[in-house]
């Protein structure tokens, strides 16, 4: 259940911001060339100069398999005089859901070619103590700032997907409010949210209402046909972006080169396109789901811890689930092989929407999202 205020998304937003100002002496921007951190960007900038808070420090965790489009936004964005800019361009590993025999991307590998040359005001060397995307935006807070209270603004929305939604409406982060991520309780380190209760309307409505720059892979993929819902500015071999690859080779033909050269996979995701997907049909050679998912778990995925972790997380799904939800359920653990979703995204959307069904209902069970528990509503 939603209930509206007064207020609408704009003044509100500006409202959290100034508050973030209020609380945080240090306060960042997390950036991805999205649209989304892009309204965040604006908002925070307006505010840091109406408090003589420039430069606002923004930093962009540079993936090296990113879209041409993205880089040309971003130096635009990290040359404005009033950024304070932290473009990391350092040593991680990132899972590659393109291939299950190639399954990481070792970005800036030193000794590689990589896809593109690094920035010359780009961060080269990563003394942060992670190789790991998700913890570098807090490994460098702790770098930086350290004993000092933080505060990093983000573009998340709740409109994204029933997991955003309940993760930031749910639990407490900091002052009394849900929009937001504990980075470290301890130090004062968090991850705020302002625009949480955004549409994707009120962000492309500011946009052009104030004549912001923003990133032109949107354009390309309006004009490619894309939902405006569904627009996702990412690296081209993330779970969630998979089905990029299909227009890439389109849009921006050389990038398509450099990254099919670096990273195994991309081409045949590209080639096959939507048979890349799990199937709308059970293929006819097997006589349920269940047996064609732990037949692609058996013959697609090598590793051997990733095999068993797969096989451990769909038990835990399967023993919960019953009755409309198993069918998607079994659909959602193909695709996890099929994009090599390690970290369990599509699982966690799939809990989110269908809630913590238990077998035995008679019983009060949790099921785990992003370390969070929620209960069975029955």
Known sequence: MKFYQQDNVW???LKRIHWLFDEFENVCVGFSGGKDSTICLNLALKVAEERGRLPLTVIFIDQEAEWQCVIDYMRVVMNDPRVDPVWLQVPIKLFNATSTTDPWLMCWEPGKEWIRPKEPNSVHDNVFGTDRFGELFDAYQKWRWPGQKVVQIAGVRAEESPAR??????????GGETWGRIN?????????Y????????????????????????????YQHGVPVA?????????????????????????????????????????????????????????KDWTEYRDH????????????????????????????KAVPV?????????LANDFHGTKLSVFAASHGA??????????????????????
Not at 165 to 174: R, V
Not at 204 to 220: S, V
Not at 249 to 255: N, P
Not at 297 to 315: C, G, N, V, W
């Open 11 to 13: 003044d509100a937003a």
């Open 165 to 174: 939604f309940k993760g930031l409406t749910t639990y407490e982060t900091y």
């Open 184 to 192: 470290d309780k301890k130090i004062g380190h968090f991850t705020m």
């Open 194 to 221: 302002p625009l949480y209760d955004w549409s994707y309307t009120d962000v492309w409505k500011a946009i052009h209402d104030n004549g912001w720059d923003y990133c032109a892979l949107y354009d390309y993929m």
């Open 230 to 286: 569904n627009m996702r500015v990412s690296n081209v071999h993330h779970e969630s972006a998979v089905k990029q690859l299909f227009f890439l080779q389109e849009i921006e033909g050389d990038t398509w080169n450099r990254i099919v050269n670096r990273l195994s996979g991309i081409n045949t995701a590209g080639q096959l396109q939507d048979k890349f997907m799990t199937p709308k049909k059970l293929p006819p050679m097997f």
């Open 296 to 323: 692609l778990l058996k013959h697609m995925i090598s590793d051997p811890e990733h095999q068993r972790y797969f096989r451990e997380t769909f038990a835990a799904y399967d023993g919960r689930y019953f009755g």
């Open 329 to 337: 359920l079994l659909k959602t653990q193909i695709a996890c092989i």
């Open 357 to 378: 069904y238990s077998i035995n209902r008679g019983k009060k069970g949790g099921l785990a999202i992003n370390s969070r528990t929620v209960d069975d509503p029955a």
